[in-house]
């Protein structure tokens, strides 16, 4: 639990590994663990948990870790959902996503944070939070257990390479140099750099051998060129996204849109930001089309308009529109069409009235980038599982190399997948490192 100073306490240190200092030597540590978010954490403890032959040596470049716990879900810490399946990632293939995530699936997720003494509970879209809505309690049961497993903590220490030396692994700190049998890479991707996430693992498991896949940012607002969501900064309502790409099946999410002065934000964008972003790095030139009215089509939302002419013609097409969203945006289409405000539907010349059909229900985004690394929630591209053994989450390049969660080429979409693939990668990577 908390202290009550608000301060977080460090994990209880035993057995610290000697660093290799000018004429010394080395004492061996046998596991190496390298980042301490979700990811790390929980491979420490489930290794202790599972008999790993220690000490279990924990690094991390923050003083304080945890730092993408604490913001997560709007420092609530979505740590799960109700329902997750391979469907819900993309990147790797499907079939290996699938055996990580079944070997601890949510109901073992669940029962392991009760056993920590944070219960969830479930709310809107099969979000599991922690019944405190705090995630500072999920963040702090995590190192409490750690320490009661004795886990070998040294936070504030840097690795900046790790090498093969004889029968494991050389790791160069910022402090100096120790001596692994195995080392877990769990040090996140490149989202959140203020975190610590900088893409150091990455740059590791390339020069260890492994490649990488080529990183976007995932989850990530998208900024709009033109004016039309500046007026309507932080107005959210449901809408409907497609990214449409030459020679694909168009991808839709459906969703909370919020506009913002950038341009647009919300869960069901930064659900199609990866899509979008993912497009354009192929080479590709994708698009993306709202419909502000979910489940309304073009001919219908034309036919409603000419209805409401017929029935109540001085009605003004602004209030008119404004039975399917906030008053704003109604008044924003309105005006986009080039009518006052109060122009009535009686009026209204059948290309005006076709412009503000498509302006409602099929409104092209004109996306010209993303906010980037620095707002992304997760890093889409990384290291693929195919370099991998699943079972045991350790490299078929470097035996005795392991990599779980953000690090790898599998992302998931909002809703607590991503805390998911850290817990259940995390898992079968604790399996490997206690055999």
Known sequence: M????????????????????????AEEALIAIVG?????LATAIFAARRGAAGPILLLDGAARPGAKILVSGGSRCNVTNAAVGERDFEGSPAHLVRRVLRAYDVPATVAFFRELGVALHEEEDGKLFPDANRSRVVLQ????EASRRCVVAR???????????????????????????????????????????????LRIAQALGHTVVPTTPALVPLVLA??????????????????RVRGRAPQRRRGSLLWTHFGVSGPVVLDASRTWLRARLEGCAPTLEACLVPGLQPEEADALLRQAAGSNPRQSVARALARWLPQAVSEALVSEA???????????????????????????????DSRGYAFAEVTAGGVPLAELDTRAMESRLRPGLHLVGEILDVDGRIGGFNF??????AWVAAGGLAH
Do not use: C, N
């Open 2 to 25: 908390p202290r009550e100073d608000g301060r977080q306490r460090r994990v209880h240190r035993v057995r610290r590994p000697r660093i290799v200092r000018p004429g010394g030597h």
């Open 36 to 40: 301490a978010g979700a990811a790390g």
């Open 141 to 144: 049961a995590l190192l409490d």
């Open 155 to 201: 936070f504030g220490e840097r690795v900046l390479a790790v090498e093969p030396s004889g029968s494991g692994f050389s790791l160069r700190t910022s402090r100096g140099t120790l001596e692994a049998s195995r080392v877990v890479l769990a040090t996140g991707g490149l989202s959140l750099p203020k975190t610590g996430s900088d893409g150091q693992g």
């Open 226 to 243: 033109g004016g039309f969501h500046r007026p309507l900064s932080g107005i959210a309502h449901e809408a409907e996204l497609t990214v």
């Open 338 to 368: 080039g009518l006052p405000m109060d122009a009535p539907l009686g009026r209204l010349a059948r290309d005006v009235r076709r412009a503000v059909v498509r302006g409602l229900v099929a409104r092209e985004l004109p996306v010209v």
């Open 420 to 425: 998911q693939w850290a817990w259940s990668s």
